[in-house]
């Protein structure tokens, strides 16, 4: 256990030192302010709504792939593996600890967001109405955006090649997500072995968007008709998690394969 904390310390040393890491955190900063002033006046919920979905899916999640690829490269780029295994640290060891960072950087994007629009609305004195609902939503999709960047980042450690065939990755698969969260297509499926529910982003967007009110006409008629498709808070942790931990054994798997 001492040695996974000491591992744990020393890859977030180094992540630290990255500026793609102090890049990633201020980022977290963009849609909040965007928000400000695009929905001056409105709600709290409709503020942290920008932080969970605009911060998450455009940002939060080609983020951590990038990062990703920055973690899982190092010691290539470095020839420090071999080093690294002396210790001894195994290899599985290696993978879990750079996931927990990459987990931890999720949730620190999420809080900061969140707590960037919190003071937003309190110095537009708008009332912070389900403060802990608000938190605990927001919170969560920390942990379910770490889990849908997963596949995308088994892809980036297979291939083994360049940042750049990586950030290629990440823009095909960011895309994808994107443009079937807004296909009714996609979304408007049964609970099974379909798209709808296999692909991480629209199962989010069928859990999260349960907990919105819907403003308008437009918004109501489209509410009442995705609600029948709308997921459980278990269902979607469930096949979230049970698709991560599927990604977690394929890059152990890879990593024990991969040659010093």
Known sequence: ????????????KKFKRKKIFFLGILAAFVFPLFNAVLLSGSDFASFQSGVREDNAFLLLMPLLIILAANLFFVEQDHDTLKNLLSIPVSKDQLVIVKLLVLLLF???FQL???TVSTVIAIFQDIPLNGFIFQLSLTTAMGILMWAAALPCIVLVVWFNKSYILSVIIV???SLLNYAMRLSEVVLMQPLGLNIGTLMPVPIIFRWLYQFYEPIGEIQT?????FSQYFI???VCFGVLLLEAAVCVWLMIWIYRRREI
């Open 106 to 108: 999720s949730f620190a």
């Open 171 to 173: 823009f095909f698969y």
């Open 221 to 225: 008629e489209f509410y009442n008709r």
């Open 232 to 234: 459980a808070t278990p």
């Open 112 to 114: 900061m967001g969140f």
């Open 1 to 12: 256990m001492r040695a996974l904390h000491n591992l744990l310390l020393s890859e977030f």
